[in-house]
């Protein structure tokens, strides 16, 4: 299904036309029938010759409603940009027309209404004068019909080409995350809460859960129905109403996005390109405050220049646009730039959440110019330099492209050796080669000054250093076997080391640890904790396997460790528990040594303590 929109001034015949053309009247509201005008978005729909059904979208002509028509316009895959022939090309012609240029509606026809007031000279220059209006636009060589929509001259070739031009027009993408913008809220008795707008980016079906956002709230789609008929499921590009539960029409607002929950996340700030219109009356400056327009949200905004002080009329380059508030807005999105009651500029959307730049930045600027000019594995490498690591979801959101897609791209780019894979394809993360090497430069110099701070020691602790790269454990664990693969670093299960890491205790330190050994071997399970020998020597024959730590200084042989092991394991199983007392008893020990005992059994999880007892896990 596709959406049709109108465009045009004033009182140029735009309602007439569609309801001639439908049967609908989109004028809905009393005083639009009452002055003759339209000021809201007016819909209707129509099958064509060819069997195709479309949706209408109605805007109103007058300057003072120019920001309902921008609501109109957004996402619709023809313009019937309308000129009455007996007035020919007026200022919200030139207008409406500027609008479509920045949105790239590439598909378009110039239609002449009310021909039959005028004649053929007239009409024949009327026509070259709309056809050299849309020169230089993104409806450059539109058809230009002549209708009369009282009169019901030229409508079966105005339905013909408009079949004509919707031929082959591709679906819009299914990304699988949908996003509705409201241009309505309405309540219906017995329904509740109804939205409408035109659903882009993915699917929306009956019983599904959804986010309104910005403001995060929770609700279900009850229906949905598209040119009042109810469907089970809306595909992208499908003008749809949607019946909400769990919430209340009020607390939806036009401009709002309807989505599913956990992707899309408000910025504030996105860097753009960013045009001026010919016919702009005065340069956009740098910090120029402006009123922003995109989907159906009309927010207040700054525009920082990232090139040069101010833009004149036709001039493009780099910007910033800071929103006062928040707003939902994605990667490829367009906008319309607004001054007081005129239309100044407008752009594309590059990256969301976008840090504060320094103006005349070239390596900024550049970066710019690869997503905006660059190939789909470009703007997903840009992407993964600003949030690596990254997964396949997260990328293909930043990139608004399908998981599908960003997957293909970036095994490309691992191929050509720039970015590395971590895991599986279903769960795959990915690094740039530059943040792969900065990260194993990383965690190199960090075993390197552990290392030599405790030379003696088998290695770093894994969860030290996972603390100072700063990663999360999954993410972690990945990077630790990677590393591993490449001879960055050796791992067990409780430390990591560089290779060539080979702790040796020195002559001095081999007899202070025999020395050591032979204290705890003269009383095994009551062992002198007064003469502690040097931490680090300690530490080196707990890595060796030769002692045991119980406590911060409760230190046991290994062999006498064991002996406990075995005979705590064979009492308590013979009476299903053991006390403290059973402990001092057996060994021969106070309760301080009993203790320490104990409580590294749990920690080894040997027993677990019930009361005053432990028991065998």
Known sequence: MYVIGTAGHVDHGKSTLIETLTGIDPDRLREEKARGMTIELGFAWLKLPSGLDVSIVDVPGHERFIKNMLMGVSGIDLALLIVAADEGVMPQTREHLAILDLLDVKRGIAVLTKSALVDSEWLELVSAEVSETLEGTSLEGSPV???????????????????????????????????????????????????????????????????????????????VQTHRTSIDEALPGTRVAVNLSGIEHHEISRGDVVTIPRWLKSTDAFDATFRVITGAPRPVKHNHRVTLHAGAREIEATVRLLEKDRLLPGESGWAQIRLLDAAPIVKGDLFIIRDTETTLAGGRVLETDARRHRRNHGPTLERLERLAQGSGQDVLL???????????????????????????????????????????EANAIFYSAAGWSALESAATEALREYHAQFPLRTGMPREELRSRLKLKAAVFNHVVTAQEQRDVLVSDASYVRLP???????????????????????????PPTDSPADPEVVQALIDQGKVVRAAEDVVFLKSAYDEVLKRVKEHAQASGEITIADMRDMFGTSRKYTLALLERLDRDQVTRRSGDVRLLR
């Open 382 to 424: 840009s992407a993964l330099e600003k949030s690596e690591p990254a997964g396949i979801d997260a990328l293909s959101r930043a990139a608004n492209t399908s998981a599908a897609e960003a997957l293909e791209s970036m095994e490309g780019l691992v191929i050509e050796g720039l970015a590395v894979r971590l895991g599986a």
């Open 145 to 223: 019909l002549a209708v009369s929509a009282e009169e019901g001259l030229g409508l079966d070739a105005l339905m013909a080409e408009i079949d004509s031009a919707l031929d082959g027009v591709a679906g819009r993408p299914d990304l699988g995350r949908p996003r509705l913008p409201v241009d309505r809220s309405f309540t219906m008795s017995g329904f509740g809460a109804i939205v409408t707008g035109t659903l882009a980016d993915g699917r929306l079906r009956v019983g599904q859960e959804v986010e309104i956002l910005p403001r995060g709230l929770r609700a279900r789609v009850r229906g």
């Open 500 to 526: 060539g890491h080979d702790p040796r205790l020195s002559d001095e330190q081999e007899r202070e640890a025999q020395r050591y050994l032979a204290m705890l071997a003269s009383d095994p399970f009551s």
